[in-house]
């Protein structure tokens, strides 16, 4: 088979929802890299929350922020940021109707105080909580003026009492809104990103500068945010954790991701 280029996505798919990396994952991942496929994360992590290891060398380069961030090998080919004024509309929304948001930047995320409050509100004394909640999701630093700052790439929200659709409304058209990605959430949870620029968008720009035909593409995800990505591909794949719609538009639907699903999805199509 031609050597192809296999973006992955990370909550759900190549980690579960704590952050563990099974070892079948592990082990299809390194076989698939020696067997000459490249493989590229495709996240909406931004690059402050990319877990460490992700950063060495079985990956071929990395797509983060959702599409915002595009390296090949070590060559940064892309790198889009909010414009403040829109930035400056968005929390200006989240803070009238006291929704907690985080604000996704390249050293860190950054919020109001009134969120980071609350945030330690609910997990009062639970130090342990504290650190995992860094781990996974990076530190969260408080920024006094948010909206002004010149290093967002995206942003997400919580417990909003409105919908996805309803938050997109008012946002305009300058944002796309997208449900979160993330397990045991509902429509009151989302991502807030330029319009245009996704995983799909980041797929095209890595392929651009690499010089690799989008028919030597594989793209496996889970998640609300993947559904450009696997439509690109010339072949997507959808874990068994992933949501129906997600699965309808997939080429292939594998296990979930504690069940070895990502081994099974490289041994199905041949990649190991």
Same mark, same amino acid.
């Given at each position: 088979? !031609?050597? #192809?280029?296999?973006?992955?996505?990370?909550?759900?798919?190549?980690?579960?929802?704590?952050?563990?990396?099974? !070892?079948?994952?592990?082990?299809?991942?390194?076989r698939?890299? #020696?067997?000459?496929h490249?493989?590229v994360?495709?996240?909406?992590?931004?690059?402050?929350?990319?877990f460490p290891w992700?950063?060495?060398?079985?990956?071929?380069?990395?797509i983060s922020?959702?599409?915002a961030?595009?390296?090949?090998?070590?060559?940064?080919?892309?790198?889009?940021f909010?414009?403040?004024? !829109?930035?400056?509309?968005?929390?200006e929304?989240?803070?009238?109707?006291?929704?907690?948001?985080?604000?996704?930047?390249?050293q860190?995320?950054?919020t109001s105080?009134w969120?980071?409050?609350?945030?330690?509100?609910?997990?009062a004394?639970?130090?342990?909580?504290?650190?995992?909640?860094? !781990?996974?999701?990076?530190?969260v630093?408080?920024?006094?003026?948010?909206?002004?700052?010149?290093?967002?790439?995206k942003?997400v929200?919580?417990? @909003?009492?409105?919908?996805?659709e309803?938050?997109?409304k008012a946002?305009?058209?300058?944002?796309?809104v997208?449900a979160?990605?993330?397990?045991?959430?509902?429509?009151?949870?989302?991502?807030?990103?330029?319009?245009g620029?996704? $995983?799909?968008?980041?797929?095209?720009?890595?392929?651009?500068? @690499?010089?690799?035909?989008?028919?030597?593409?594989?793209?496996i995800g889970?998640?609300?945010?993947?559904?450009?990505?696997l439509?690109?591909?010339?072949?997507?794949?959808?874990?068994?954790?992933?949501?129906?719609?997600? $699965?309808?538009?997939?080429?292939l639907?594998t296990?979930?991701?504690d069940?070895?699903?990502l081994?099974?999805?490289?041994?199905?199509?041949?990649l190991?």
């Open positions: 088979m !031609r050597n #192809k280029v296999i973006f992955l996505d990370i909550d759900g798919t190549m980690t579960n929802f704590k952050g563990e990396f099974p !070892r079948s994952a592990e082990i299809a991942l390194e698939a890299r #020696k067997n000459g490249l493989l994360p495709c996240t909406g992590r931004t690059n402050s929350q990319i992700m950063l060495k060398g079985t990956f071929a380069g990395l922020g959702a599409g961030y595009v390296r090949a090998g070590e060559q940064v080919v892309f790198h889009h909010l414009e403040p004024g !829109r930035l400056t509309q968005a929390v929304y989240f803070e009238t109707k006291r929704t907690p948001y985080y604000l996704q930047a390249v860190a995320i950054y105080r969120v980071i409050d609350e945030r330690n509100r609910i997990f004394g639970d130090v342990m909580a504290e650190a995992e909640r860094d !781990r996974m999701f990076g530190k630093c408080e920024d006094m003026n948010p909206g002004m700052r010149t290093d967002v790439e942003l929200y919580y417990q @909003s009492e409105e919908t996805v309803q938050v997109k946002l305009g058209p300058y944002f796309c997208t979160s990605s993330f397990e045991l959430t509902n429509q009151s949870d989302g991502e807030v990103t330029c319009a620029i996704n $995983k799909a968008e980041g797929m095209r720009r890595y392929l651009e500068y @690499s010089g690799i035909s989008r028919e030597d593409t594989l793209a889970d998640g609300p945010n993947d559904l450009e990505m439509q690109y591909a010339a072949t997507g794949v959808a874990m068994g954790n992933a949501a129906d719609s997600l $699965k309808a538009a997939a080429d639907v296990g979930c991701v069940e070895d699903g081994y099974q999805a490289f041994e199905r199509l041949g190991i």
